[in-house]
């Protein structure tokens, strides 16, 4: 099946500082991508869709000044925490979509667990 | 908008026994993709089965398999002969078909715990 990387698997970070994600994927090339954040004990909630090339289209209530994704290569998408504060510590999981996928699967990287001191 | 419901928040099952897990879900589209992803204590999502609406057929794998009624909008799990290493949280999901770009929409989940 399809992979997809997502780096770092978790990352300790102080508050007002910037944290970036990435989520590669390594055996295809990703049409859109899609960022998700788990609450503990809670379901994924998605971010925000991006699709190559193109600016990221953000859920209501998720602030894109703060949360930056860029889409910039088929297999590259990265997630940047700005100003990161404790309130935005959480598990953040990227999707992504290859055009040559049936039955509408998506693959999921093995996440990043935020946390904001 | 696409909800989807899952109203078990926890369930337990006799290793070996069998367990269905519920899932509704609310649509006006006639195409759409339902899902069931496992969640182990890693986080990693894992796509235990899935099905395409226009399908009649429920999908199994080989002890997974679904309860599929479009009409009523539910979509059911059941595991057959349950075993330690299916415990985890289970998301029922939504995928609607209608565009290449449309995400995956989740359910709170239900927490699988198997005792030996």
């Known amino acids: 099946g399809a992979v997809v990387s997502q780096h770092p698997s978790w990352v300790i970070c102080k508050s007002g500082t910037s944290v970036k994600i990435e989520c590669r994927s390594l055996d295809f090339q990703a049409t859109t991508m899609f960022w998700y954040r788990q609450f503990p004990k809670q379901s994924l909630m998605l971010m925000a869709t991006s699709n190559e090339g193109s600016k990221a289209t953000y859920e209501q209530g998720v602030e894109k000044d703060k949360f930056l994704i860029n889409h910039a290569s088929l297999t590259l998408s990265t997630l940047t925490v700005t100003s990161a504060h404790p309130e935005d510590s959480s598990f953040y999981i990227c999707?992504?979509?290859?055009?040559?996928?049936?039955?509408?699967?998506?693959?999921f990287g093995e996440g990043s667990r935020l946390t904001v001191l | 908008a696409q909800t989807v419901t899952q109203s078990q928040p926890e369930m337990s099952v006799q290793e070996a026994e069998t367990v269905t897990l519920s899932c509704t879900y609310d649509t006006s589209e006639s195409d759409y993709y339902l899902f069931w992803y496992k969640q182990p204590p890693s986080r990693q999502m894992i796509l235990v089965i899935r099905q395409e609406a226009y399908k009649q057929q429920n999908a199994t794998e080989n002890r997974f398999s679904v309860n599929f009624q479009k009409a009523a909008k539910s979509f059911s799990l059941k595991i057959s002969d349950s075993q330690l290493g299916d415990a985890a949280m289970y998301f029922c999901a939504y995928r609607s078909a209608i565009a290449g770009n449309t995400p995956l929409v989740f359910g709170k989940g239900t927490r699988l715990s198997v005792i030996a």
């Open positions: 999707s992504a979509r290859s055009r040559l996928a049936g039955a509408g699967e998506l693959f």
